[in-house]
């Protein structure tokens, strides 16, 4: 019986091995082996149109740190990113898990399926189209200028969203937070889903008010939800590029929203300095690495949870 048992174990094991081993390949193909290239292309001198590179150490990590490349530093870019990543990726969490918990509470099916459509539409489009769109809205005599006159109470200013440095930001992080919050509207959605109902009839018995079960039970059994939201929200924002590119190619000032992955493009396609761009890209990973390391130490806690 126990021979018969290992034996149907082993035909199980190497199925599932058979079904990994084209996962495995794909990963090492498309993602193990464009970060070993790109670590060994940062330490030459490779460049876009020379057909040999040398080995320079640790010269283009040295030059990145101390250089201004050109009028624009990879500080810069760092400061860029973590500006544009904690103005939207904090905003965006809390925005969709209220959005989702209020969508939730509609009896209607009918209704929560439009909200839903409604709020991911937006999520469907190319970052390049959502873009354009508001580069429209953000005109001098666009909406979103008459709105700001309307709040302000004011008549015909304009307020630069486009032009002026901290107006630029702001217009960049309210571009994505359009963009993708329907995206985690759903994730969270899929979350609260799959708590019981029957924890909130208990706790309604029990005479709970509706701020003590979000708070108590809500929360606490949507943590492994979040964490994952998290973790994708926070990669997101750190790896942006077509929004901040479109602005910058309508017009609007580069040093502001230069974000590592603009710089490591101009660097690399533009110049042709593959090494200085791969550097860039190495420490564009490891600043997601750390991040996604710090998140996961967080939501260490935030193991399944047994009902």
Not at 300 to 305: A, G
Request: with cysteine; glycine share 6%; proline share 3%.
């Amino acid at each position: 019986m126990r021979k018969k048992t290992y034996s149907i174990e082993r035909k199980q094991a190497k199925w599932g091995l058979a079904f990994t081993i084209p996962c495995l390949v794909f990963f090492a193909v498309f993602s193990f082996y464009p970060i070993i290239n790109a670590f060994i292309t940062s330490l030459t001198d490779r460049r876009a149109i020379a057909r040999t590179s040398h080995f320079v150490g640790l010269e283009n990590y040295i030059y990145i740190f101390t250089k201004d490349n050109g009028g624009f530093p990879l500080s810069n870019s760092i400061r860029a990113t973590l500006i544009f990543t904690i103005g939207t990726f904090i905003p965006m969490i809390i925005a969709s898990l209220i959005i989702a918990t209020f969508l939730m509470q509609l009896r209607k099916d009918k209704y929560r399926g439009f909200f839903q459509l409604m709020y991911y539409t937006p999520a469907v489009l190319s970052s390049v189209v959502a873009a354009s769109i508001w580069m429209i809205i953000f005109d001098p005599r666009g909406l979103m200028n008459q709105i700001s006159n309307f709040v302000m109470r004011t008549s015909g200013v304009d307020y630069n969203w486009l032009v002026d440095s901290t107006m630029l930001q702001i217009s960049t992080m309210m571009i994505y937070f359009w963009k993708y919050i329907g995206y985690f509207v759903i994730l969270f959605i899929t979350g609260l889903a799959s708590i019981p109902n029957t924890i909130y009839e208990a706790a309604t018995v029990d005479g709970s008010s509706r701020w003590h079960t979000f708070w108590k039970i809500t929360l606490p059994l949507l943590k492994p939800t979040t964490a994952m939201v998290s973790i994708m929200a926070m990669l997101q924002c750190l790896k942006t590029f077509s929004t901040q590119y479109m602005l910058y190619q309508g017009g609007s000032s580069r040093f502001p929203i230069d974000v590592i992955t603009m710089n490591i493009y101009f660097t690399g396609i533009r110049n042709g300095r593959l090494g200085r761009a791969s550097a860039m890209s190495i420490v564009l990973f490891l600043i997601m690495l750390i991040f996604t390391y710090l998140q996961l130490r967080l939501n260490k806690s935030s193991e399944d949870v047994e009902y």
